[in-house]
């Protein structure tokens, strides 16, 4: 099958870090977009919405286009809240993504994670509990506070990633402070994996926001760079 559709990803029984862990009968509903030819590997996608915008669509289909299953499940379908899930739920939602593209027949190395804002940050402790083969996370918030009762300060988890982590951030974002940001930076350099983190002036960084399409020269250049490095981190490390 090719191109968009709806599916279900069966969730693991047990802890959702066991990869051998049979699945359950709870299902995450998920949006997949397939490329036109033989998949390279597959792209799990966090996003804060029910519904995505179309400059995101558009950056999904991106991926797609380079040869990634992009899978994007539903974080909100237990609860419909208003912001992506953590702790053991976001675990056992990220799993199930994770086996429904190995079964598929994608081997674990070659999945990514990316997220945006809080998603990103959820990206971000995902990639502390499951084998994945690179993260990237823009603008996650959360660096020194915990965004959540259930999540974890970026800074504290930092150390403990598993998958090489690259992180975009805007110099003018008010939820991620500079200080903060370079924090995060020194945090990440105690990581057993490969970790960037990159800061752009502004805030034009945002592939998934409508301002991607409606920017001055210095900030197209801004967007066109942030985009170029995740498909670039996901090239190098998904392999």
Do not use: K
């Amino acid at each position: 099958m090719s191109g968009s559709y709806r599916a279900a990803a069966l969730l693991r029984t047990g802890t959702p870090g066991d990869v051998d862990a049979p699945p359950g009968t709870e299902q995450v509903p998920i949006t997949v977009i397939e490329p036109s030819r033989t998949a390279r590997g597959g792209i799990i996608v966090l996003h804060e919405s029910r519904d995505f915008t179309d400059v995101l669509t558009e950056f999904m289909n991106s991926l797609a286009a380079e040869g990634w299953i992009v899978v994007a499940p539903d974080l909100f379908y237990r609860s419909r809240g208003t912001g992506p899930v953590f702790g053991a739920e976001l675990f056992a939602d990220v799993a199930g993504c994770f086996d429904w593209l190995r079964g598929r027949g994608v081997f674990g190395d070659c999945i990514g994670l990316l997220g945006f804002d809080t998603a990103g940050t959820a990206a971000v402790l995902a990639a502390t509990d499951s084998p994945i083969g690179a993260v990237v996370s823009v603008a996650p918030r959360g660096i020194a506070t915990p965004v959540a009762p259930d999540a974890e300060a970026l800074a504290a988890v930092a150390p403990r990633l598993r998958a090489p982590w690259l992180a975009l951030f805007g110099a003018d974002d008010p939820d991620t402070p500079a200080a903060e940001v370079e924090e995060l930076r020194e945090a990440a350099a105690h990581a057993s994996v490969a970790t960037l983190l990159v800061t752009y002036p502004g805030l034009h960084h945002r592939p998934d926001r409508p301002a991607f399409d409606i920017l001055g020269p210095d900030d197209d250049v801004t967007a066109v760079d942030a985009q170029t490095r995740i498909f670039e981190w996901f090239d190098s490390h998904l392999r």
